[in-house]
C-alpha cells in the first residue's frame, strides 16, 4: 500500500480493539472515566478488562465519563501535524458527546500554527462498533487511494447509511442513567421488556420499539437488517456487533445474521462496548451495526 499523506483518526468510544486499530493504520484519542473517584483512561480495556469494568458496575461501583477535552485534542493533533501529515478526525456522535466542539477549537488553534496542514473535523453521528464500521469503510477507501479531501466529502455521504440497532435486557444502568423512568424501567424489567433502540440522522439515540424477550428481540433486530440492510438479505458488507458483558447473547444474534446473509463479507465481528459508553449502558446491551438504508429522523 502507497503511504498516505495524512493521517485517518477517531475517538477511543468507536469501541474496536486495539490491534484492529494498529491493523488498520487508524489513530485514535482516549476519552476518561471515573471508577468510584478513580480517573482512568478509556483505552480499549488495557488498563481494566472489560469484564471486570462491567463486574463493578454491578457490585455498585459509581461510573461517569468525561470527553476530551480542546487541550488534549491540541496535544494529539499537534503530534501528528509535527510530523508533516495532514489529518482526517471523525468525534463521536454529536447526538451523544459535545466533543467535537473541543477538537473544532484544537483545529482553530493548531490552524494558525500550521497554515500549511489541512486538519479536517468530522461528525461521525455514530457510536460504538458502528462509528468502528464507519472507520473500517473509510480505511478501505483510503487504501484505494482517495485524496483526504475526497475522503472527507465520501464521508458526509456514507456516515448517514451506518445502521445501528441495539436492545438491552437489562435496563438499570439506562434508569440511573435518566434514558427511562424509573416506573418505566421497573415495569420494563419486571415484564421482560428489551427496548429496542437506534441512531437516528442526527446521530441520536431513540428507544424504537418495546419487545417481550431476549429471545423475540434477538429475532427482531435480525429481521430489521434484513429490512434494512444494502441489498437487503444479499448484503455483502461487514456486520459488526458490540456488547456489554454478555458475549453469549452477542453470538446467539451473530449465528443468526450469518445464517440469514450468506453473502456477508466474513463472519460477524464481535467486539466490546466500551467503558464510555458502558458507564451509561451497563451490562446486558447488544448492538448490530451494518451499512444500509439511510438513518430515520
Given at each position: 500500500?502507497?503511504?498516505?499523506?495524512?493521517?485517518?483518526?477517531?475517538?477511543?468510544?468507536?469501541?474496536?480493539?486495539?490491534?484492529?486499530?494498529?491493523?488498520?493504520?487508524?489513530?485514535?484519542?482516549?476519552?476518561h472515566y471515573q471508577l468510584d473517584g478513580v480517573d482512568y483512561m478509556d483505552d480499549l480495556g488495557q488498563?481494566?478488562?472489560?469484564?471486570?469494568?462491567?463486574?463493578?458496575?454491578?457490585?455498585?461501583?459509581?461510573?461517569?465519563?468525561?470527553?476530551?477535552?480542546?487541550?488534549?485534542?491540541?496535544?494529539?493533533?499537534?503530534?501528528?501535524?509535527?510530523?508533516?501529515?495532514?489529518?482526517?478526525?471523525?468525534?463521536?456522535?454529536?447526538?451523544?458527546?459535545?466533543?467535537?466542539?473541543?477538537?473544532?477549537?484544537?483545529?482553530?488553534?493548531?490552524?494558525?500554527?500550521?497554515?500549511?496542514?489541512?486538519?479536517?473535523?468530522?461528525?461521525?453521528?455514530?457510536?460504538?462498533?458502528?462509528?468502528?464500521?464507519?472507520?473500517?469503510?473509510?480505511?478501505?477507501?483510503?487504501?484505494?487511494?482517495?485524496?483526504?479531501?475526497?475522503?472527507?466529502?465520501?464521508?458526509?455521504?456514507?456516515?448517514?447509511?451506518?445502521?445501528?440497532?441495539?436492545f438491552s435486557t437489562d435496563l438499570t444502568f439506562y434508569i440511573k442513567g435518566g434514558r427511562v423512568?424509573?416506573?418505566?424501567?421497573?415495569?420494563?424489567?419486571?415484564?421482560?421488556?428489551?427496548?429496542?433502540?437506534?441512531?437516528?440522522?442526527?446521530?441520536?439515540?431513540?428507544?424504537?420499539?418495546?419487545?417481550?424477550?431476549?429471545?423475540?428481540?434477538?429475532?427482531?433486530?435480525?429481521?430489521?437488517?434484513?429490512?434494512?440492510?444494502?441489498?437487503?438479505?444479499?448484503?455483502?458488507?461487514?456486520?459488526?456487533?458490540?456488547?456489554?458483558?454478555?458475549?453469549?447473547?452477542?453470538?446467539?444474534?451473530?449465528?443468526?445474521?450469518?445464517?440469514?446473509?450468506?453473502?456477508?463479507?466474513?463472519?460477524?465481528?464481535?467486539?466490546?462496548?466500551?467503558?464510555?459508553?458502558?458507564?451509561?449502558?451497563?451490562?446486558?446491551?447488544?448492538?448490530?451495526?451494518?451499512?444500509?438504508?439511510?438513518?430515520?429522523?
Open positions: 500500500m502507497e503511504s498516505t499523506n495524512y493521517v485517518l483518526s477517531c475517538c477511543s468510544t468507536a469501541d474496536m480493539p486495539k490491534e484492529y486499530f494498529e491493523k488498520r493504520d487508524i489513530k485514535y484519542v482516549c476519552f488498563t481494566i478488562p472489560f469484564d471486570k469494568f462491567y463486574q463493578a458496575m454491578v457490585d455498585g461501583a459509581d461510573t461517569k465519563t468525561s470527553q476530551i477535552n480542546a487541550e488534549e485534542y491540541e496535544e494529539y493533533f499537534e503530534g501528528i501535524l509535527k510530523e508533516g501529515k495532514d489529518i482526517l478526525h471523525l468525534t463521536l456522535s454529536s447526538g451523544i458527546s459535545g466533543t467535537i466542539n473541543s477538537a473544532n477549537i484544537a483545529r482553530d488553534i493548531l490552524a494558525e500554527r500550521y497554515p500549511d496542514r489541512k486538519i479536517y473535523i468530522i461528525d461521525s453521528l455514530a457510536a460504538s462498533s458502528g462509528y468502528g464500521l464507519l472507520m473500517d469503510v473509510l480505511a478501505d477507501q483510503r487504501d484505494a487511494g482517495l485524496t483526504i479531501d475526497e475522503l472527507a466529502e465520501f464521508t458526509l455521504v456514507i456516515r448517514n447509511k451506518v445502521q445501528h440497532w441495539f423512568s424509573r416506573t418505566a424501567g421497573f415495569v420494563g424489567n419486571m415484564l421482560n421488556i428489551c427496548p429496542l433502540l437506534n441512531v437516528n440522522i442526527d446521530g441520536k439515540l431513540i428507544p424504537r420499539e418495546k419487545v417481550r424477550t431476549k429471545k423475540k428481540v434477538s429475532s427482531r433486530i435480525v429481521d430489521i437488517m434484513a429490512e434494512r440492510a444494502s441489498d437487503r438479505t444479499d448484503y455483502s458488507g461487514k456486520c459488526f456487533i458490540s456488547n456489554s458483558a454478555c458475549l453469549e447473547d452477542a453470538r446467539y444474534v451473530a449465528e443468526l445474521i450469518e445464517k440469514r446473509f450468506p453473502k456477508l463479507d466474513g463472519k460477524v465481528m464481535i467486539n466490546n462496548i466500551g467503558t464510555t459508553i458502558g458507564s451509561h449502558t451497563g451490562p446486558g446491551t447488544v448492538a448490530v451495526f451494518f451499512l444500509g438504508d439511510d438513518k430515520d429522523v
